[in-house]
T-cell receptor, first 109, second 112 residues
Framework: KQEVTQIPAALSVPEGENLVLNCSFT??????LQWFRQDPGKGLTSLLLIQSSQREQTSGRLNASLDKSSGRSTLYIAASQPGDSATYLCAVSYDKVIFGPGTSLSVIP | EAGVVQSPRYKIIEKKQPVAFWCNPI?????LYWYLQNLGQGPELLIR????????DSQLPKDRFSAERLKGVDSTLKIQPAELGDSAVYLC??????????FGPGTRLLVL
């Protein structure tokens, strides 16, 4: 069965810290993996898309990596800011799209 | 460039009533997705369209839910009759050839 998990469910860090969010998937035959952020009461905003053939993608302070063999992706956020507070979700694309439950991030000023 | 548009943003109905949601994807995007999101959970895919064709509707409760995407552009998701457990946020997303998905703001449904 194809499943996507994210640990931890919630994370609180002081401003300025670097942090890593984790996404695990059970089936390595993916097409791509996408990271999103979701602010309360809002839709999802795309952060990074990693194709199956890629190992990582970077955008500003964000870096996402993909290791299909171990079924893992990480989202690295450098120098966290209070504005980074949101829920972060990963979505794995097979012949269907499966989302993880998300990690709720709080960055404390 | 306009993003994904959804309407209405909010809907309150009584159980057993019908309800419909509308989505206009980003211009040129051939793939359209409908998701359901319950509080504190990730979105769950209901149906995915490639142009006019529903290529994945395995998670759509077909006894009460239906969807259509006429002319491969706008899409409508309908629930008839609605049940209390259908209260959730209904999200629409679009992408080009299955690439980066762009989401609309969602429709928040409350069934009383």
């Amino acid at each position: 069965k194809q499943e996507v998990t994210q640990i931890p469910a919630a994370l609180s860090v002081p401003e300025g810290e670097n942090l890593v969010l984790n996404c695990s998937f059970t089936d390595s035959a993916i097409y791509n993996l996408q990271w999103f952020r979701q602010d309360p009461g809002k839709g999802l905003t795309s952060l990074l898309l990693i194709q199956s053939s890629q190992r990582e993608q970077t955008s500003g302070r964000l870096n996402a990596s993909l290791d299909k063999s171990s079924g893992r992706s990480t989202l690295y956020i450098a120098a966290s800011q209070p504005g980074d507070s949101a829920t972060y979700l990963c979505a794995v694309s097979y012949d269907k799209v499966i989302f993880g439950p998300g990690t709720s991030l709080s960055v404390i000023p | 460039e306009a993003g994904v548009v959804q309407s209405p943003r909010y809907k309150i109905i009584e159980k057993k009533q019908p309800v419909a949601f509308w989505c206009n994807p980003i211009s040129g995007h051939n793939t359209l997705y409908w998701y359901l999101q319950n509080l504190g959970q990730g979105p769950e895919l209901l149906i995915r369209y490639e142009n006019e064709e529903a290529v994945d509707d395995s998670q759509l409760p077909k006894d009460r839910f239906s969807a259509e995407r006429l002319k491969g552009v706008d899409s409508t998701l309908k629930i008839q009759p609605a049940e209390l457990g259908d209260s959730a946020v209904y999200l629409c997303a679009s992408s080009l050839q299955g690439g980066t998905q762009y989401f609309g703001p969602g429709t928040r449904l409350l069934v009383l």
